[in-house]
């Protein structure tokens, strides 16, 4: 049970029988003291986008955190599967940084969406790098967190497309997926 005291902290209520104890505490600190627990790496570096869905925030903590059922994970916990090759290019074992942004089919639509937004060649070889790219130096912070809302709701949908492809058997090619993201993006995805 938690409640708000007269000077608006926060204080949570636990305790047995009439034994009650109170804590006070803020959801920052609780989110951090959760992620001390999990050995999350960069604790004080969690990001978050308002302008993006929760679920594409939690899908990018997870990506940033390496905790995406990728196969070669999948694998090392022991869990038997009928090959480690990535399921779009059926060419190499498909680890996050592969699946997410170094797969040919997904190089393509990074390709796409650097070119739509002007920045250039597309310089990322990690998730990290991916999710956490600047854009260009001359961009301005509002388009700055435009950029980033383009980059995490691409990984989202391409992790999405990934999934279909994985468990549906169907999956978009690379031009109908950035025209998805495009779309997705520019109509203010919620």
Request: proline share 2%; charged share 20%.
């Amino acid at each position: 049970m938690f409640w708000l005291n007269n000077s608006n902290e926060r204080q949570l209520a636990f305790g047995v029988g009439s034994w009650m104890q109170r804590v006070f505490f803020s959801v920052k600190a609780l989110s951090r003291w959760i992620e001390q627990r999990m050995g999350v790496a960069d604790v004080n570096k969690t990001l978050w986008n308002n302008l993006v869905p929760r679920k594409v925030n939690a899908f990018v903590w997870r990506a940033l955190n390496r905790r995406l059922p990728v196969r070669i994970e999948l694998d090392k916990k022991g869990i038997d599967l009928d090959t480690l090759l990535c399921p779009g290019c059926d060419n190499v074992v498909e680890s996050l940084d592969h699946c997410l942004v170094l797969c040919e089919n997904v190089i393509n639509v990074w390709d796409m969406i650097f070119a739509w937004w002007g920045v250039g060649l597309t310089d990322v070889f990690t998730v990290k790098e991916l999710l956490c790219h600047k854009g260009k130096s001359s961009m301005g912070k509002e388009s700055r967190l435009l950029w980033q809302t383009t980059i995490w709701v691409a990984a989202y949908f391409v992790w999405k497309n990934r999934n279909n492809q994985v468990f549906k058997w169907k999956s978009k090619n690379s031009s109908r997926l950035f025209n998805e993201i495009q779309q997705k993006t520019l109509s203010g995805y919620t």
